[in-house]
Nanobody
Framework: QVQLVESGGGLVKPGGSLRLSCAASGIIFSMYTMRWYRQAPGKQRELVSVITNGGNTNYPDSVKGRFTISRDNANNTVSLQMNSLEPEDTAVYLC???????????WGQGTQVTVSS
């Protein structure tokens, strides 16, 4: 019953922008910490952003200043605005929901982001 559905990926040129969205269903969205990860071939899964149910955010140095995470509890969605994209940002981007009262986690299917000229 739980679903996380990502959208918004695609092919962009270096320096371009994309906005990813993750629509959640089957959960009480406001009770979940939301995270975006990315997975590139040959690399470890990397956390790229996190937002708590209270709206606090964090980013690793690799994306800080370029990516912005936000959530819309009324529409059960979390978004990732990605600016100044670089070829190194190419990856499958995955949405994750963690229940704030425990370690229960759910994952989306992923959306491909390719940054290339």
């Amino acid at each position: 019953q739980v679903q996380l559905v990502e959208s918004g990926g695609g092919l962009v040129k270096p320096g371009g922008s994309l906005r990813l969205s993750c629509a959640a269903s089957g959960i009480i969205f406001s009770m979940y910490t939301m995270r975006w990860y990315r997975q590139a071939p040959g690399k470890q899964r990397e956390l790229v952003s996190v937002i708590t149910n209270g709206g606090n955010t964090n980013y690793p140095d690799s994306v800080k200043g370029r990516f912005t995470i936000s959530r819309d509890n009324a529409n059960n969605t979390v978004s990732l605005q990605m600016n100044s994209l670089e070829p190194e940002d190419t990856a499958v981007y995955l949405c994750n929901a963690q229940w704030i009262f425990g370690r229960t986690n759910y994952w989306g299917q992923g959306t491909q982001v390719t940054v290339s000229s």
